[in-house]
């Protein structure tokens, strides 16, 4: 919904709060940058060279509702970060090529009013805050960070360490500043949950984000970088990216419900690459499923808890209330002998078989 919904109209008019966080958000400096961000370096080649090449967005989304939230809860914590820890927050930092805002840097023996031995360690750490929902969350604490979020927080490091830093009110500007540990801090939206990762820093990592960048920077046009997402309705980053209709050519699809995915077949060459992906992964989820299946039955008897690193847990199992029995509805109808009402059935989904060719003897 992206209007207030009013309980009592008194005829009083009240502001519009989510068009107005909207008009807010795109106003902010990160929205209006135009140098590569570090936060777009390692997601995806195509959308990085999108912006590279300031390319007008195609899909400026106004139901944003849940970032523009995460915004706001991190500019909170960045708060709580600097006042309560001492943290330098909200950097900016840049070579000329790469413009960023490193969320909270301590430099080495930082001293700050609720200090520990471990937090006043001689260390530099540069950490990067992101708000996540809880599915999300969930995904952070099974697989850890992913890449593209270590090269984020890896370049901050590599700014700081080569002298990135821009107009601060305290600390040495154009200066190298000493980076030892690099930190993401995630934050569940709904109900506050923390994990962190950290980690020595890197200079094999910066150097893959930097190579990631440098082969974005030097593309002609946006259209010769791969999409290396899978595209509307598979990836979550794809359906609200602010380029999804350009680069997937979302205007000029037939009205017939194709995926996007399907220019992505244009050749004979591709649609046999698309084949043999089906059948690989076909034969690797049914093996699975059987596995799945077979653990889930050993599973029934068990109680939950935790046995070594797996949690398990249940749910369910309630008893449902009553609900309609279309058969005997319709066998009253037709002891009545009234006609059965009906409605038209669509099509049907359209069922894919692949199978493999045998090779000529």
Known sequence: ???????????????????????????RPRSRQRLLGPSSIGLCRRRAAYEVHGTWPTDLADNMHAAILGTWLHEGILRVLREQYGAHTELELT??????????????????????????????????????????????????????????VHLYAHLLRTGGLKDHPQLPTGEPLPVDVVRLRYVGREYG????????????????????????????????????????????????????TACWNLDQLADDGRAPQTILAENTESITEALRA?????????????????????LDAADAGTYGAFRLSWSGGNP????????????????????????????SSRTIGVSRVPEAG
């Open 1 to 27: 919904m992206t209007t207030d919904t009013i309980a009592d109209n008194l005829g009083v008019p009240v502001p519009d709060l989510w068009k107005g966080a909207h008009r807010d958000d795109r106003t």
């Open 95 to 152: 070579d000329g090529v790469i413009l960023g805002h490193a969320d909270a840097y301590w430099a080495p023996g930082t001293p700050h009013p609720r200090a520990t031995d471990a937090q006043a360690a001689d260390m530099g750490v540069v950490e990067d805050v992101k708000t996540k929902s809880t599915r999300a969350l969930d995904v952070v604490v099974r697989q850890g960070p992913s890449q593209a979020e270590w090269f984020q």
């Open 193 to 244: 949950q923390v994990v962190v990762h950290q980690r020595a820093y890197d200079e094999d990592v910066t150097q893959q984000a930097l190579a990631w960048a440098e082969d974005v920077l030097a593309s002609p046009e946006p259209e010769a970088m791969p999409r290396d997402l899978d595209g509307p309705g598979l990836s979550i980053i794809c359906d609200n990216c602010p380029f999804k």
């Open 278 to 298: 089906y059948a690989d992964a076909a034969e690797v989820e049914s093996a699975a499923k059987k596995r799945k299946a077979k653990a889930r039955k050993m």
């Open 320 to 347: 449902r209330p009553p609900e309609p029995d279309p058969e005997a509805m319709i066998r009253i109808i037709e002891g009545l002998g009234v006609g059965i009402p009906m409605r038209s059935g669509g099509r």
